[in-house]
């Protein structure tokens, strides 16, 4: 008997192959293929309910865990072949597909200890009661107590005045510890601490100064928490130019602010020895390195210009256009946009040949030096470039397994991928050049294995894409591996948000970006923010300057450039 030849299952129905005799081979591949379409249909409407919930602004699928464990599956590849090759460990994971990753357990060390417990001014002895006769004194039992004095005080200074011979009146002028305030230091130094370094707002701040007796409006307090601050604002740019000069890489991301009334957004350069904010209204790449070249402000248009506009494949005809400029210095910003709105050079064009500017000048005044580290967000990716590993699983993680192939494979390419970071974690504790082979094999072995789900595949050529970024740390032990200190540090803007609807002027929003630059910066060396704004009001020197603390930190700290003093 001649076999059938085998048609797709679309082309016969059930009733047509009960009147034919097929052989065993051709009914396990219409089988087979018959499971294979059912698995892609799943794929198909569990991809359309994700876009039904999110065009209706419903809640993603819950995640809904099984009453009971599961029972292990033995096998150890993305497509159920035990012959595939295991994690890059030597070990075989664990392919339970209910089961959670074992993700590693990467927390920000927190920086601030519990002062020390102070010791007592004075002692007052108290008496017992109710004590038998007969008994003997045994001495005393010390018992510590702590206490807060909170005092309102009022002074009149005595201006002198005097009337010259022309007529004019010469008056005294009140002590600069008062910044032109009619509050003194110390009260100036508690309103900033409670609303930049405690997120009290301001209605509630106003209501507390009014029940301890202190009479303030409400227009005076926002003038105590935004004018007469130059000098917190002359030392936050120090932050950035003595960090850029200090470091060799930079940790930076951006979260979402209001201004105005209006969505902006906030980016933070940081890394173990500084913090530095700023708020603005875009996030794209010409406002990063704007950010970085926020200390200089001349513009040379140099060769490195021109270089990074060739990289981005900019127009041969600007390009002739911008050649005769080479070598040319504009004193400022604004200078330099003239000079495009006469060239009129407009639009994307006109975008990418301000980076290319910043780019040069960067290079020029010797910030080409830096890596920039963040979540793998293209705007940062200037100079060197590195990526976040925690971020980067996330496609991974992201993929939504239709059935329990899938979902073991899953967990299969997950536990593969953080026992490549195990591995990268031991090399950066004693770097070798055969544990670098040993990672650059796993992940190279990882982004071409081959598996059951076409939303799987993607992730792991996203991977294959971002794989020198990644790996940049095998050249430079230094760098991190997790971006969760710039995270926990922009926290600060995300609670703000919560509590507030965002700053109404530009001064408001200065002095914010300001003071949560110094706060976190004195978090960094585990140093008093009350103390260090009490000092810098009442001017007693006795606080160091945070540009010297970063310089000093450079000599010791991973970040730290030392080889440039």
Known sequence: MQPLTFHPPTCKSPAFLEHQQLQPEDLLRFITQQQEQI???????????????????????????????????????????????????????????????????????????????????????IAATDVPEGSIRNGTTPFHVQELTIQTSSIEYLLEQWVTPDGQTITAKP???????????????????????????????????????????SGELSQLLTKGHEQFHAEKDELLTTGIRCSSYIQTDDTGTRHKGKNGYCTIINNESFAWFESTDSKSRENFVSLLHRPWSTYTFTDDALIYLEKLDYPKKWLRVLNPYRGVTF?????????????????????????????GSLIQHGAGHLTTFSDGARQFDVFKHSQCWIHAERGLAKVHPVNDQQAMAQKWLRTWFWAIYDDLKDFKTEPTEKKAIKVRQGFQALIQTQTCSGLLQDALSGLAVIKEELLLVLDDPSLPLHNNLSESQIREYVKRRKISSGTRSDLGRQCRDTFASLKKTCRLYGLSFWDYLKSRLMGDGLFPRLSNLIEEASRHLPCGAASSF
């Open 39 to 125: 698995i892609q249909l799943k794929e198909q409407i569990e991809l359309l309910e994700a876009e039904i919930r999110r065009l209706k602004k419903l809640p993603a699928k819950p995640d809904i865990k099984p009453n009971t464990k599961p029972p292990d599956d033995d096998t150890g590849s993305p497509d159920g072949d035990p012959s595939a090759p295991e994690g890059n460990d030597g070990a075989s994971p664990d392919t339970s597909s209910k089961q959670k990753v074992k993700k590693p357990n990467e927390k920000t060390r927190k920086q601030r200890k519990q002062p020390r417990k102070p010791s007592a001014e004075k002692s007052i002895p």
């Open 175 to 217: 002590p600069a510890s008062l910044h032109g305030h009619h509050y003194g230091p110390m009260l100036q130094a508690y309103v900033l601490h409670q609303y930049h370094g405690c997120s009290v707002t301001q209605p509630e701040l106003l209501d507390w100064l009014w029940d301890i007796g202190i009479s303030i409006s």
């Open 331 to 359: 004193l400022s910003h604004e200078a330099w946009e003239e000079c495009m709105k006469d060239l009129r050079l407009t639009g994307r064009r006109r975008q990418q040949a301000s980076e290319a500017m910043i780019y």
